[in-house]
């Protein structure tokens, strides 16, 4: 019997509390930097497109909302022809983001993507695409690839010696 | 003492009980959200207040359909019976002096008689829909408001001793000196728990019980038919409150404003009494609610009744 009355005197008094709802949208709330949100593309430092559409988003994607199309430039160089988020699917679970091997494709800290047609909720890749490098500033997966591409031969990559001529090593 | 101008009185208390009663929806998700620590509808019109316009229109635009098992003709009078009897309860409440629809000599009686008859619509709503959780609740709803209506009418005798009289306008009068929640504070407690149990608010809302019987007796209402339990559940929370503050705290009685503003003032402290059990309390098992009810409350009742007769007895 006590207990009730404690119950509704507690209860009452919350009344003179702060009140715990953030008013989203006049305050916004706060978005942790690893929150899962709005998928992105990023770009190398030197600008170009970090994507090399190894298809491992797609695969680990649960709801197969990736989808995309490889291709090569003229030195040899992967990136995807088209690339294709269905946002209408996409659950955010940032496995796309944990496959990427060239931190490519990441989530970022925005949710405010409401549309009125579903259509809509369709990101090619120019809407996927930003201009900067996201959540790692100095990565530039071709440089540390030990991969020869057109503009950069075998031994050019970071953290590599010059490539050696065997030949040249005979006594 | 009967009203100057009846017919306003009549419009006056009819328009104002809806109202209040509608604006409950409102008052009600606001206090819950100012003891949850959240806001509540404060979006649509200033402080959310037309949030009560946005949902009758709501309400009045939704599809009325009656279960084609359900039994027809009773489906569609359960609903207007609680409204019936609550509006017709609201007659005898004085809410200020002269301004009362009608002065029964028998006005308590008259309260108890109609807030039995409410129970008629939750039974018969139940029954008529054909549907094992409403039955359900309907049965609940029958057995509880039953048994907690013995000791509602005998709590409230206590009171009828001290004022000598059953008519409501007597019983405020009589409160002059003293209100009755002083000498009849059990009377009171009771009276609370019993009018709780007969509206079916939260901690008594068995009938309903949206964790295990879906909603209770009103699961196949929809459109203004389940609008129409709704508000006269809000009617009869305004209705008990106003009959708490007549009965216990004095009704119109106050010093510096007007009648009617104590009263509402009054009435409107125990509507939000009310809601603060909702935001406090859990809903108790069946029966712990039936054995609370006569194993507790009852032989209380009887107790203060014997205790109020005889203390009228010694000392008058």
Same mark, same amino acid.
């Given at each position: 019997?006590?207990?009730?009355?404690?119950?509704?005197?507690?209860?009452?008094?919350?009344?003179? %509390?702060?009140?715990?709802?953030?008013?989203?949208?006049?305050?916004?709330?706060?978005?942790?930097?690893?929150?899962?949100?709005?998928?992105?593309?990023?770009?190398?430092?030197?600008?170009?497109?970090?994507?090399?559409?190894?298809?491992?988003?797609?695969?680990?994607?649960?709801?197969?909302?990736?989808?995309?199309?490889?291709?090569?430039?003229?030195?040899?160089?992967?990136?995807?022809?088209?690339?294709?988020?269905?946002?209408?699917?996409?659950?955010?679970?940032?496995?796309?983001?944990?496959?990427?091997?060239?931190?490519?494709? %990441?989530?970022?800290?925005?949710?405010?993507?409401?549309?009125?047609?579903?259509?809509?909720?369709?990101?090619?890749?120019?809407?996927?695409?930003?201009?900067?490098?996201?959540?790692?500033?100095?990565?530039?997966?071709?440089?540390?690839?030990?991969? %020869?591409?057109?503009?950069?031969?075998?031994?050019?990559?970071?953290?590599?010696?010059?490539?050696?001529?065997?030949?040249?090593?005979?006594? | 003492?009967?009203?100057?101008?009846?017919?306003?009185?009549?419009?006056?208390?009819?328009?104002?009980?809806?109202?209040?009663?509608?604006?409950?929806?409102?008052?009600?998700?606001?206090?819950?959200?100012?003891?949850?620590?959240?806001?509540?509808?404060?979006?649509?019109?200033?402080?959310?207040?037309?949030?009560?316009?946005?949902?009758?229109?709501?309400?009045?635009?939704?599809?009325?359909?009656?279960?084609?098992?359900?039994?027809?003709?009773?489906?569609?009078?359960?609903?207007?019976?609680?409204?019936?009897?609550?509006?017709?309860?609201?007659?005898?409440?004085?809410?200020?002096?002269?301004?009362?629809?009608?002065?029964?000599?028998?006005?308590?009686?008259?309260?108890?008689?109609?807030?039995?008859?409410?129970?008629?619509?939750?039974?018969?709503?139940?029954?008529?829909?054909?549907?094992?959780?409403?039955?359900?609740?309907?049965?609940?709803?029958?057995?509880?408001?039953?048994?907690?209506?013995?000791?509602?009418?005998?709590?409230?005798?206590?009171?009828?001793?001290?004022?000598?009289?059953?008519?409501?306008?007597?019983?405020?009068?009589?409160?002059?000196?003293?209100?009755?929640?002083?000498?009849?504070?059990?009377?009171?407690?009771?009276?609370?728990?019993?009018?709780?149990?007969?509206?079916?608010?939260?901690?008594?809302?068995?009938?309903?019980?949206?964790?295990?019987?879906?909603?209770?007796?009103?699961?196949?209402?929809?459109?203004?038919?389940?609008?129409?339990?709704?508000?006269?559940?809000?009617?009869?929370?305004?209705?008990?409150?106003?009959?708490?503050?007549?009965?216990?705290?004095?009704?119109?009685?106050?010093?510096?404003?007007?009648?009617?503003?104590?009263?509402?003032?009054?009435?409107?402290?125990?509507?939000?009494?009310?809601?603060?059990?909702?935001?406090?309390?859990?809903?108790?098992?069946?029966?712990?609610?039936?054995?609370?009810?006569?194993?507790?409350?009852?032989?209380?009742?009887?107790?203060?009744?014997?205790?109020?007769?005889?203390?009228?007895?010694?000392?008058?």
């Amino acid at each position: 019997m006590f207990s009730v009355l404690r119950t509704i005197w507690y209860v009452f008094l919350h009344a003179f %509390q702060k009140r715990i709802t953030v008013q989203y949208p006049e305050q916004k709330p706060y978005l942790a930097p690893r929150y899962r949100g709005r998928i992105v593309l990023s770009r190398d430092p030197d600008g170009g497109e970090r994507c090399v559409a190894c298809n491992l988003c797609a695969v680990a994607c649960p709801v197969s909302c990736i989808a995309l199309q490889a291709t090569e430039d003229e030195n040899g160089r992967r990136y995807p022809d088209f690339f294709r988020i269905n946002f209408s699917r996409c659950i955010f679970c940032g496995y796309c983001e944990e496959a990427c091997p060239t931190y490519a494709i %990441q989530l970022t800290p925005d949710f405010e993507m409401g549309e009125f047609h579903r259509k809509n909720l369709v990101y090619e890749k120019e809407d996927l695409l930003i201009d900067g490098p996201g959540k790692y500033p100095g990565y530039n997966f071709w440089r540390v690839a030990g991969v %020869q591409i057109g503009g950069k031969n075998k031994g050019e990559a970071a953290h590599e010696t010059p490539h050696v001529d065997v030949r040249s090593l005979l006594p | 003492m009967t009203s100057p101008y009846p017919l306003l009185s009549i419009l006056g208390i009819v328009i104002v009980a809806l109202t209040i009663a509608a604006s409950l929806i409102y008052v009600e998700r606001r206090l819950l959200a100012l003891w949850q620590d959240r806001y509540g509808p404060n979006r649509t019109g200033p402080f959310g207040l037309l949030q009560v316009v946005a949902d009758a229109i709501k309400i009045f635009m939704k599809e009325d359909w009656v279960a084609p098992f359900a039994d027809k003709p009773v489906f569609i009078l359960a609903p207007a019976v609680i409204f019936v009897t609550v509006l017709m309860s609201f007659a005898v409440i004085p809410v200020a002096p002269g301004i009362i629809v009608a002065d029964l000599n028998i006005g308590l009686l008259f309260f108890l008689a109609m807030s039995s008859l409410g129970v008629y619509s939750v039974v018969l709503a139940g029954w008529s829909s054909d549907n094992k959780y409403a039955l359900l609740g309907g049965m609940r709803a029958a057995a509880q408001m039953l048994s907690y209506e013995v000791f509602m009418g005998l709590s409230l005798m206590g009171v009828v001793i001290l004022a000598g009289s059953f008519s409501l306008p007597a019983i405020v009068e009589a409160q002059r000196k003293a209100w009755f929640v002083i000498p009849q504070f059990p009377g009171f407690v009771l009276f609370l728990i019993a009018g709780l149990a007969e509206t079916r608010r939260i901690p008594f809302d068995l009938s309903e019980a949206e964790s295990e019987l879906v909603a209770g007796y009103h699961s196949e209402y929809s459109g203004m038919k389940f609008g129409m339990f709704f508000v006269g559940e809000y009617m009869g929370i305004t209705l008990i409150s106003g009959m708490i503050s007549v009965l216990f705290f004095g009704g119109w009685l106050g010093p510096v404003l007007p009648g009617l503003v104590w009263f509402l003032i009054k009435t409107f402290f125990f509507i939000s009494f009310f809601i603060l059990l909702r935001a406090a309390l859990p809903r108790p098992r069946f029966d712990q609610l039936m054995s609370w009810g006569w194993k507790v409350m009852l032989p209380l009742a009887l107790v203060n009744l014997l205790l109020a007769g005889a203390a009228v007895l010694l000392w008058r």
